[in-house]
């Protein structure tokens, strides 16, 4: 069963690479682009699907440390920078992208790949230091904000998220998104630098007043910021993939190897405890034939959790998930699961996500580990790496948000 469950994810992965969502995307731009900026995690599997129709473009790639491969075509500048946390080459990418993209004509396109984690490795700063931006955003995930709160601060704070990105070049600007967060909405997606922004500085100060964020220069600066510049020149951006993706290539899967699947969707947001429970109780409605399909059934499910982080321990939004989901069925015999991010990293975790089994908490308890503190101590990635069911971290090259799959009952006998 465990086996299943990481075939499962490495199909999903598969079924999902980042070319494969990008090229059929890419015959009907006409004429050729003058110039492919691609930024993010998916951003190398993007870029050699753009480059394969488009041979010879000059091209700028932007990704986290250890995703550029290679070798890459000359033409090609190759800029790694900070993730999670922006650093000086996440500025020196952004405003070498803004120099770029500003000596295109009207009479020129330019293509632009998008995909989670740009909001880190295309940074900006307007107004604050780098280090005062990436420490409210970290005080903000702390607190549990969500990825629209974050956004929402982040894009008042710089000169390339919010739309600003396209309104630095006077070419038609044609921009394709891979989607790692919940809704699909491009204005999200790495703080929607195609993209106008819908909220302003004003916003960004409620959202530190409800997250409780002193940030007192950041406050400043959000005082006395200005609208950002408008844009003139035509925008078109197209989501190509996202969760949804994600969840079809493991339903595939796992329909092949006999599986009856429920796809329960990919826009599952809120504490990881709190979807931990929610998911629990639809297994134990699944048990006793009250639930949306008898068992044996595996459950699919998408989106991204929060964590308000309170203890001083290792973890993830995945991680957690898994434990409070152990604690909440209490032991259930029948139930394996898997939770993690199809990135291939969980927050601190040090791994992609965890595996449930049905003996998840004896063996805890056999191995000395109280699995209340560490839900309470933030402290899941311990627990899991200790039982040996910590996922190892493997950057995917690609970004679609989370993996949820929950096996229930006993295993059916194939159909192929």
């Not at 992965?13 to 990008?22: C, K, M, P, S, V």
């Not at 991010?341 to 998840?360: F, K």
């Not at 056999?366 to 899991?384: R, V, Y």
Request: glycine share 12%; charged share 15%; proline share 7%.
């Amino acid at each position: 069963m465990r086996d299943l469950l990481l075939e499962t994810y490495r199909a999903a992965l598969a079924g999902t690479e980042a070319g494969r969502l990008t090229a059929p995307h890419l015959d009907s731009l006409s004429p050729a682009p003058a110039f492919i900026l691609s930024v993010g995690k998916a951003g190398a599997g993007m870029l050699r699907a753009a480059l394969a129709r488009f041979p010879g473009v000059p091209a700028l790639l932007v990704v986290p440390d250890g995703a550029a491969g290679g070798p890459w075509p000359a033409g090609v500048e190759v800029h790694e920078a900070g993730h999670p946390t922006p650093d000086a080459r996440s500025v020196a990418a952004a405003r070498r992208a803004l120099s770029l993209l500003g000596t295109l004509t009207p009479e020129q396109d330019a293509l632009v790949l998008l995909s989670g984690g740009g909001s880190a490795l295309l940074c900006a700063p307007r107004g604050v230091t780098l280090a005062q931006k990436a420490a409210v955003t970290t005080d903000l995930m702390r607190a549990g904000a969500d990825i629209h709160a974050l956004n929402t601060v982040r894009r008042a704070l710089s000169d390339v998220k919010g739309g600003q990105l396209a309104a630095a070049t006077r070419a038609r600007v044609h921009a394709l998104l891979l989607s790692d967060v919940v809704g699909d909405d491009p204005a999200v997606i790495a703080s929607g630098p195609t993209v106008p922004s819908t909220t302003t500085p004003a916003d960004a100060l409620a959202v530190l007043d409800r997250f409780v964020v002193p940030a007192p220069e950041v406050r400043a600066a959000l005082s006395l910021a200005g609208p950002p510049p408008a844009r003139t020149a035509p925008t078109h951006n197209r989501v190509i993939g996202g969760g949804r993706d994600l969840l079809a290539a493991a339903a595939a899967h796992l329909r092949v190897r006999g599986w009856p699947t429920v796809l329960l969707g990919d826009t599952f947001t809120g504490e990881a405890r709190d979807l931990a429970a929610f998911h629990a109780a639809l297994i134990r409605a699944v048990q006793t034939g009250g639930g949306l399909h008898p068992a044996p059934v595996v459950l699919l499910s998408g989106g991204e959790a929060t964590v308000t982080v309170r203890g001083a321990g290792r973890g993830g939004r995945n991680t957690e998930f898994a434990l409070a989901l152990a604690l909440a069925l209490g032991g259930d015999a029948g139930v394996y699961a898997l939770s993690a991010g199809s990135d291939g990293v969980d927050g601190t975790s040090g791994g992609a996500g965890a595996l449930l089994t049905p003996d998840t908490l004896r063996r805890a308890r056999a191995a000395g580990l109280d699995a209340h503190a560490a839900l309470d101590g933030n402290d899941s990635a311990t627990l899991f790496a200790t039982l040996g069911d910590l996922m190892p971290a493997r950057p995917s090259g690609q970004n679609l948000n989370d993996l949820r799959v929950i096996l229930i009952g006993a295993r059916p006998s194939p159909t192929v």
